[in-house]
């Protein structure tokens, strides 16, 4: 079974600083998907980034960009220059056939 | 407590037909939403309810698709008159709060038209 773990339920960064959120997973698949999502206040989930299982080369937004380490199962977030708006709910998800989310990580940004 | 619970799992309709997706939130949440996967996108928003009412739907196909979430009983989303381009995951979510806590999501229901 697929499970993913985010280990943080809440982060605190400070304005125009780095955050990284920490995420790992489990499955025995050699071809998935790996997902950020952010749940601002307005509870539409957005997707912040997304990895390939088979590109090594790591994935990157803008601001936001990703440590994806298939051998040890890691798929953390890294945040450059928090902003306020970036203050959400962020879920790391498995995607294989179903698509599993961790529990979330609560992240403050404090000005 | 159980967690959000979802079914069926899976879900076969021929065109025209109509799908009934239910969703039962944590025990104690009373809030609830639905959100819809397509395959190779993430998930997208379709609604947000509170016991009895509806909050936000601003991601909700204007025909054929509605929602509820009745005082007592799962949420039911609802989709008449299916078609091929319907076909997808349909994720549920339940949180305590509004703005507090996170959202605990369902394991979903995929929805296949034929």
């Known amino acids: 079974a697929q499970t993913v773990t985010q280990s943080q339920p809440e982060m605190s960064v400070q304005e125009a600083e780095t955050v990284t959120l920490s995420c790992t997973y489990d499955?025995?698949?050699?071809?998935?998907?790996l997902f950020w999502y952010k749940q601002p206040p307005s509870r539409q989930m957005i997707l912040v980034i997304r990895q390939e299982a088979y590109k090594q080369q790591n994935a990157t937004e803008n601001r936001f960009s990703v440590n994806f380490q298939k051998a040890a199962k890691s798929f953390s977030l890294k945040i450059s220059d928090s902003q306020l708006g970036d203050a959400a709910m962020y879920f790391c998800a498995y995607r294989n056939n179903d698509m599993r989310f961790g529990a979330g990580t609560r992240l403050t940004v404090k000005p | 407590n159980a967690g959000v619970m979802q079914n069926p799992r899976h879900l076969v309709r021929r065109r025209g037909q109509e799908a009934r997706l239910r969703c039962s939130p944590m025990?104690?949440?009373?809030?609830v939403y639905w959100y819809r996967q397509l395959p190779e996108e993430g998930l997208k928003f379709m609604v947000y309810?509170?016991?009895?009412?509806?909050?936000?739907e601003s991601g909700m196909p204007k025909e054929r698709f509605s929602a509820e979430f009745p005082k007592e009983g799962p949420s039911i989303l609802r989709i008449q008159q299916v078609v091929r381009g319907d076909s997808a995951a349909y994720f549920c979510?339940?949180?305590?709060?509004?703005?507090?806590?996170?959202?605990?999501f369902g394991q979903g229901t995929r929805l296949t038209v034929v």
């Open positions: 309810l509170q016991k009895e009412n509806i909050i936000d």
């Open positions: 025990k104690g949440h009373s809030h």
């Open positions: 499955t025995s698949e050699s071809d998935y998907y």
């Open positions: 979510a339940s949180s305590l709060y509004d703005g507090d806590t996170e959202a605990f």
